[in-house]
């Protein structure tokens, strides 16, 4: 798994946003409220930085302290949507959380691709990362979270169906 730091020196704008102090998301009970433990490497991200805009195109969700609920129900709206397209023959067969092996949302884009976890192990640090772009398309990756971001904007993974701006030259980062 990559470290924040390997992310941060490949989008080091972002240092900007860092917590001074790590931030105290209660793990144990967003867990117990989604009913999964989540990857370490993101798990490290969201303790270090708060929900994060990456070139004003990719958002990275990660729970606010005291708001874990309201993360955790995000994720299940997500699900939500994604057994719609599911019942209607438009996921590949990737199936939402929580059905076994299911995909779990951590991401998205202003324009409607969407970025999952594929959870196909019982270690959450095993997971690869899914993406539907807006257009359909469906992208699988053996990285997790933190990897897949840092190869995107290192342009060391290409993810079919993104707009040609994807990544920017020079992508900013909000907090």
């Given at each position: 798994?990559?470290?924040?730091?390997?992310?941060?020196?490949?989008?080091?704008?972002?240092?900007q946003w860092r917590a001074p102090a790590r931030r105290s998301v209660d793990w144990?009970?967003?867990?117990?409220?989604?009913?999964?433990?989540?990857?370490?490497?993101?798990?490290?991200?969201?303790?270090?930085?708060?929900?994060?805009?990456?070139?004003?195109?990719?958002?990275?969700?990660?729970?606010?302290?005291?708001?874990?609920?309201?993360?955790?129900?995000?994720?299940?709206?997500?699900?939500?949507?994604?057994?719609?397209?599911?019942?209607?023959?438009?996921?590949?067969?990737?199936?939402?959380?929580?059905?076994?092996?299911?995909?779990?949302?951590?991401?998205?884009?202003?324009?409607?691709?969407?970025?999952?976890?594929?959870?196909?192990?019982?270690?959450?640090?095993?997971?690869?990362?899914?993406?539907?772009?807006?257009?359909?398309?469906?992208?699988e990756f053996p990285v997790g979270a933190v990897e897949f971001l840092a190869g995107?904007?290192?342009?060391?993974?290409?993810?079919?169906g993104m707009p040609r701006s994807f990544p920017g030259d020079d992508p900013k980062?909000?907090?």
């Amino acid at each position: 798994m990559l470290r924040v730091e390997e992310l941060e020196a490949t989008l080091p704008s972002m240092t900007q946003w860092r917590a001074p102090a790590r931030r105290s998301v209660d793990w144990a009970a967003l867990e117990a409220d989604l009913g999964t433990a989540l990857p370490s490497d993101y798990r490290s991200l969201a303790e270090a930085y708060p929900p994060l805009v990456v070139d004003d195109f990719l958002f990275v969700s990660v729970p606010r302290p005291g708001a874990e609920a309201s993360w955790a129900s995000g994720r299940r709206y997500s699900s939500e949507i994604l057994q719609d397209l599911y019942e209607i023959g438009d996921t590949e067969d990737y199936v939402p959380y929580p059905e076994p092996g299911g995909l779990l949302c951590w991401a998205e884009s202003n324009e409607g691709d969407v970025f999952y976890w594929k959870m196909n192990s019982p270690d959450p640090d095993a997971w690869p990362v899914v993406v539907r772009g807006a257009n359909g398309d469906w992208s699988e990756f053996p990285v997790g979270a933190v990897e897949f971001l840092a190869g995107v904007y290192r342009r060391s993974i290409d993810v079919p169906g993104m707009p040609r701006s994807f990544p920017g030259d020079d992508p900013k980062v909000l907090g």
